[in-house]
């Protein structure tokens, strides 16, 4: 007996041991930039470091939630919970953060990933064979670890989304959830089992809240699978049960981002994302982009056929695969033992690959299938109304599962072709090299950090304060790399929602820099930006040449600063960065922050302008106590009425249709932050210049 449990033992390492070689191999050459660069594009991987590092500095240096930092999008801070933080990632690659570095922290998780990815793929597919009478078959169950951590889905997202690639927990959760299933079923104890299906769902979601909700549509798929063959209420109690207690342990997470959800709904995409960012019907059969051999010849005609980014369109199941597939499927049909499986793993697959293809189906990037312009709707446009389904983008990302049921599919059909080759022919051998082959994806792109000279000079500096780092016209996660070095404060960083109570959009001098173009807060805006600088307690300006090459971008960037720093030399400078310090603000002047809610810029000819909601907020940042008056000039399309309640004050005007320029009654504002509130009855006006001026 003991000889048997070390022999098992020794398969177990042996499969683990094979995944890790063969990650080392197919990431080639990860493994030897280990310790010097991250895989990727260089662009979403610095994100997800950076999240590494702010988890560790949030628990051991500031001694709070990761879950919310200030250290970006400074002086408000901003929400991390709708943020891909995985936090999981970052707890337990601490140690390895703190002994040997943040590189390697980062690299020990892909490696995690495609290991532990693998091994758990090779444990379902065996408990899936057992249970279906095909015997244990630790081969075929190593093949179906290849395919499902290997997969082109996995080398895609690889490319940067740390929170995706962290497939591992999910067959694991798949394999305890069935388990306790069956338990329950049979009438056999299963409420350890469903503790231990609890954690890899608790797992899950620290990771990837879209394995979360794929696992949960999984579950019930399995319940509803299970009580329709035994009509057992064990069967409905023994599966709620993993869920209810997984989301129990995830409730500290869950809660405040059920309440953000409710309350606001920037973390809830534009619904044509959700076109954009689905699987096209062809890309399931267009060969991987990242060989050797073809890729980039594949990857040219799929950039101009698929709407989706390479990540996002990346979902080759590989020809091998489905054929193996399609004949575990067949024969598990044909044997009754092993039939339910094979339907239900069919079934789940089918389902996923469905949702994939997401509201409406795409052929070559085509939408418009139906002659006379009409689309070809599809499963996924009706989940897309549920709430926590709309917070989802990218549904392509549905194909983690299509590749999971395939593997456990092609497992069992690799056993049905050993069982009839008699072991005569090297079935396990061939097959996982026609696998590896089709997946393979050497040299994998890697990105060593960038990070220039000055920034390594800054972390010595002393004191508590802002970056604001340009360009900024749209979120770079190269400044997140940039402060695991430098340490300071940001003020702009890059998240993965938009967060509109950050002031970004909402503060003069933000504004200009992200919308290249002058906003309605721009009155005085030279005159003003020492006081906005000091506000946001800046003490560098930093211009990237390597970040803005050319176009408005470089042209627009470089001469606002040139105006706001007129006369000032810069105190650092090479051929990529010029660094200004902020000046010091003697006269500080007041200025406007449009509070949330208001349109954004909309530049129509030389009119630009801002709609705000019937009830509008604006801060009044005063320096001291002073006697303001606010100034406010648009477009009405109709007459209406505008009333302001500030500092004690309650003013009212009347709006004319067409253009307007009004002046507020005397406001008795006290030093800092003065909050204004507007109501507008009767229209909605286009508002092109607000502002605040000392009388």
Avoid at 39 to 55: H, K, M, R, T
Avoid at 352 to 378: C, D, E, M
Avoid at 547 to 564: H, N, Q, S, V
Avoid at 655 to 661: A, C, P, S, V, Y
Wanted: hydrophobic fraction near 45%.
């Amino acid at each position: 007996m003991k000889g048997k449990i070390k022999s098992k033992a020794g398969i177990h390492a042996a499969a683990i041991a094979g995944y890790l070689a063969l990650a080392a191999a197919m990431t080639y050459p990860v493994v030897l930039n280990f310790a010097k660069a991250i895989p990727g594009d260089s662009f979403d991987g610095w994100q997800n470091y950076w999240n590494l590092w702010w988890v560790k500095i949030a628990l051991l240096a500031e001694h709070r939630s990761p879950f919310f930092s200030d250290m970006i999008y400074y002086p408000t801070g901003v929400d991390l919970h709708f943020h891909t933080l995985n936090i999981l990632n970052g707890l337990w690659s601490l140690p390895i953060q703190l002994d040997l570095g943040l590189m390697q922290a980062y690299n020990s998780v892909v490696f995690l990933t495609f290991v532990m990815g693998g091994y758990g793929a090779f444990l379902l597919a065996l408990y899936v064979m057992k249970e279906s009478g095909l015997g244990v078959d630790y081969k075929a169950a190593f093949v179906a670890g290849l395919i499902f951590t290997f997969s082109p889905f996995h080398f895609a997202h690889l490319l940067g989304h740390m929170q995706v690639i962290s497939i591992e927990w999910l067959p694991f959760f798949l394999l305890s959830f069935l388990m306790t299933l069956d338990r329950a079923s049979s009438g056999r104890p299963w409420l350890r089992q469903g503790a231990v299906a609890a954690i890899f769902f608790a797992a899950t979601g620290l990771c990837n809240w879209y394995y979360l909700l794929y696992s949960t549509i999984v579950a019930l798929i399995a319940i509803a699978w299970k009580y329709a063959r035994h009509r057992r209420t064990s069967v409905l109690t023994g599966g709620a049960f993993p869920p209810v207690l997984g989301s129990i342990i995830l409730s500290p997470v869950l809660v405040p981002m059920v309440a953000e959800s409710l309350k606001y709904g920037f973390m809830v995409p534009d619904p044509k994302q959700s076109v954009q960012f689905s699987a096209d019907l062809l890309a399931f059969l267009t060969p991987n982009e990242f060989h050797p051999l073809w890729g980039k010849t594949v990857l040219s005609w799929a950039n101009s056929h698929f709407t989706a980014s390479l990540s996002e369109h990346l979902v080759f199941a590989g020809y091998s695969v489905l054929f193996l597939a399609t004949i575990g499927f067949v024969e598990a049909w044909k044997h009754k033992r092993s039939r339910s499986a094979g339907a239900f793993w069919g079934f789940v697959t089918l389902t996923f690959f469905v949702f994939a293809l997401g509201p409406v189906l795409h052929v070559a990037g085509k939408t418009i299938l139906i002659p006379g312009g009409g689309r070809v709707p599809l499963p996924y446009s009706l989940i897309y109304r549920l709430p926590i389904i709309r917070i989802s983008r990218s549904v392509s990302r549905f194909d983690v599962v299509v590749m999971l049921g395939l593997s456990v599919l092609a497992a069992m059909g690799i056993r049905y072709l050993a069982c009839r080759l008699s072991h005569r022919f090297p079935i396990y051998a061939a097959a996982s090299a026609l696998i590896l082959f089709e997946f393979l994806s050497v040299p994998y792109p890697v990105s060593p950090p960038d990070t220039p000279s000055w920034y390594f000079k800054l972390a010595s500096e002393p004191g508590d304060f802002a970056i604001l780092n340009l360009p900024m016209s749209f979120d770079r996660p190269g400044y997140l790399l940039y402060q695991t070095v430098h340490g300071k404060r940001l003020t702009v960083a890059y998240i993965s929602r938009e967060d509109p109570r950050t002031l970004v959009d909402r503060s003069p001098v933000l504004q200009e820099f992200r919308h290249l173009h002058m906003d309605i807060l721009s009155h005085h805006l030279v005159e003003n930006a020492p006081s906005v600088l000091d506000y946001l307690k800046v003490r560098y300006v930093v211009l990237d040449g390597y970040k803005m090459p050319g176009g408005k971008e470089k042209t627009f960037t470089e001469r606002l600063a040139g105006e706001i720093f007129a006369g000032e030399k810069p105190v650092y400078k090479d051929r990529r960065l010029t660094v200004y310090e902020a000046p010091r603000v003697f006269d500080r002047h007041p200025f406007v922050i449009l509070g949330t809610g208001w349109s954004p810029l909309k530049v129509e000819g030389n009119f630009a302008f801002r709609v705000p909601p019937a009830t509008a907020h604006v801060t009044i940042v005063s320096p001291k106590k002073s006697t303001l008056t606010m100034h406010i000039a648009g477009m009405a399309g109709q007459p209406g009425r505008i009333r302001l309640t500030c500092c004690g004050t309650i003013w009212e005007h009347d709006l004319r249709q067409g253009r307007f320029d009004i002046v507020s009654r005397q406001l008795e504002a006290s030093p800092g932050d003065n909050l204004a509130t507007l109501i507008f009855e009767g229209c909605a006006p286009e508002i092109s210049s607000i502002w605040v001026d000392e009388k």
